[in-house]
């Protein structure tokens, strides 16, 4: 916990410090002390659970959160953040949650997962088009004018439609898909990754989350896994969302305007939602994009089906 603190201080220096440099200057450095607390937490955790934005790991979360507070009879009052529930109870293992985009900063491995490849790790993944499409209110109405500088997001402010954002190399749906190939690239050299689809997990959240929790050696019960996702369904999460002391409705959760149900980080959990904001000709664009450039490993585009699991002999 002192070390954790400590890491924390020194990116606060850190990135204080910078304030004087060149703007390109000063993102750099202000994405390497990212990269090096996101390492420290890596190195120090039991499991790394990596998604692109928008995919999923708020719920995700939510469900893990409180699987292990009735497993061991915690309140429901927090979301898994690295160690704060293993502080609470050493059964619980420790959680990395990462969007993986500073790690690479720090190590200087680029494209490459070598900080990965001994690290049991969960890869949560969603349709692209279904992400970019998210990401683009996320960025209209939640992010944070400094959070887009730092990742080369378009200005805060600027006039983007959601096709040109989807659409734009630079933020949208080739943005995504890289992120994915970088990971199906490296499958081989994880020796122990599960693949979960945030389409699987709407379908049938049950199965997802035993598999899960079976990989992640805790032996759930019916009951548990039951509870977990009730509590975690789509409904339940905006009404914590919306309820003004609620746990869920924190700065990082609560809505970005109050009724724009657009702003929420709980917005519309659709599988395929993407189709409802483009036209014929757009949707064929983005689609045909998808299977010319995606690696099929995830299913997306194509009629294979995932590799879900893959573990050292």
Do not use: C
Not at 43 to 55: F, P
Not at 160 to 183: M, Q, T, Y
Not at 282 to 309: C, H, M
């Amino acid at each position: 916990m002192i070390e954790r603190v400590l890491h924390r201080m020194m990116r606060e220096i850190v990135m204080a410090a910078a304030a004087l440099a060149p703007a390109e200057r000063r993102r750099l450095i202000r994405r390497r002390a990212r990269g090096r607390e996101d390492t420290f937490r890596l190195r120090a955790s039991d499991y790394a659970i990596v998604s692109y934005g928008k995919s999923g790991r708020t719920w995700l979360n939510v469900m893990l959160s409180r699987f292990f507070q009735l497993r061991h009879n915690l309140p429901t009052h927090s979301l898994i953040y690295f160690d704060n529930l293993h502080s609470q109870n050493k059964a619980i293992p420790k959680i990395l949650f990462t969007h993986d985009n500073y790690i690479r900063d720090y190590t200087g491995a680029g494209s490459t997962k070598v900080a990965f490849y001994d690290k049991p790790t969960i890869l949560l993944v969603r349709h692209p088009a279904d992400v970019s499409v998210s990401q683009f209110f996320q960025w209209q109405h939640r992010m944070p004018a400094h959070k887009k500088v730092l990742n080369e997001y378009p200005a805060h402010g600027a006039d983007i439609s959601v096709a040109d954002f989807v659409l734009h190399a630079d933020a949208g749906l080739p943005r995504a898909v890289r992120f994915l190939n970088e990971w199906a690239k490296e499958l081989p050299r994880m020796k122990n990754v599960l693949i979960v689809r945030y389409e699987d997990m709407r379908r049938d959240p049950n199965r997802e989350m035993q598999r899960m929790l079976n990989w992640m050696k805790q032996s759930p019960t019916e009951s548990e896994i039951s509870q977990s996702v009730e509590f975690a369904a789509f409904e339940n999460m905006r009404k914590l969302e919306e309820r003004p002391r609620s746990w869920l409705s924190g700065k990082r959760l609560a809505p970005g305007k109050k009724g724009d149900t657009n702003s929420y980080k709980v917005r519309r959990a659709k599988i395929g939602g993407y189709h409802d904001y483009f036209d014929d000709a757009q949707t064929r664009q983005i689609d045909d994009y998808v299977a010319a450039n995606l690696d099929p490993v995830f299913g997306y585009g194509n009629d294979a089906s995932p590799t879900t699991e893959r573990k050292a002999s």
